[in-house]
């Protein structure tokens, strides 16, 4: 079946912009997760979605940055007035995980922000 | 703060070697761990994942991985490695902790080249 998507798969904003990039997760999956990696490094979270409820948000870096997933299934990450540091690869992940019951994620390709 | 440390930044074998890749991480309760694997282009894969019981887990393409809980250690490996292994491998922990589903922690990853 399809796998995680996520648009635009590159992005380049200059300074001071805001952008949006959204994820689509797999079909029935109930948790969803954004992580941020920067170049060289290891994914890092930024926040999770239980359905439509936002339950943690402990990783996002500043309140530029604002995540929803209004009907539970399509989330969106936006990062408003852009700076260079925010350069990265954003990465969406979903899974089945309810609760305690753990499964594993599923990852999309990305979206490789480029702040000028 | 939970960690997962990746001793190996870049690793360069021949083919038919063998393989082992080391990660380590920092948390004294359950976990679940996991490796991904990204190949040049793509995007992150599940490679294998312990959650419980026996502690060597097999995954896919011939890799393998031991949980030693005495060691906090989840090591990759791989008898005879080709070329078509040459990707970046990432180790990741998910801790349980106050009844939440937990994100993944993630290594700063591992980047094998496998020489034809």
């Known amino acids: 079946g399809a796998g995680v998507s996520q648009s635009p798969r590159y992005k380049v904003a200059k300074r001071g912009q805001d952008v949006a990039l959204r994820c689509d997760p797999i079909?029935?999956?109930?948790?969803l997760f954004w992580y941020q990696q920067a170049l060289g490094q290891g994914p890092e979270f930024l926040t999770y979605f239980q359905n439509e409820a936002q339950l943690d948000k402990s990783g996002l870096p500043s309140d530029r940055f604002f995540a929803e997933r209004p009907e539970g299934s399509v989330s969106t990450l936006k990062i408003q007035r852009t700076q260079q540091e925010d350069s990265a690869v954003y990465l969406c992940a979903s899974s089945l995980a309810l609760w305690e019951r753990v499964y594993e994620q599923y990852f999309g390709p990305g979206t490789r922000l480029t702040v000028t | 703060a939970q960690s997962v440390s990746q001793h190996n930044h870049h690793v360069i074998l021949s083919e038919a070697a063998s393989l082992e890749l080391g990660c380590n991480y920092s948390?004294?309760?359950?976990?679940?761990l996991f490796w991904y694997v990204q190949y040049p282009g793509q995007h992150l894969q599940l490679l294998l994942k312990y959650f419980s019981g026996d502690p060597l887990v097999k995954g896919i393409k011939g890799f393998e991985a031991e949980f030693i809980k005495s060691k906090f250690s989840f090591n990759l490996r791989k008898p005879s490695v080709q070329w078509s292994d040459t990707a970046e491998y990432f180790c990741a922990v998910n801790a349980h902790y106050g009844g939440s589903q937990g994100n993944l922690i993630f290594g700063k990853g591992t980047k094998l080249s496998v020489k034809p």
């Open positions: 948390y004294g309760g359950t976990v679940n």
């Open positions: 079909s029935g999956h109930v948790s």
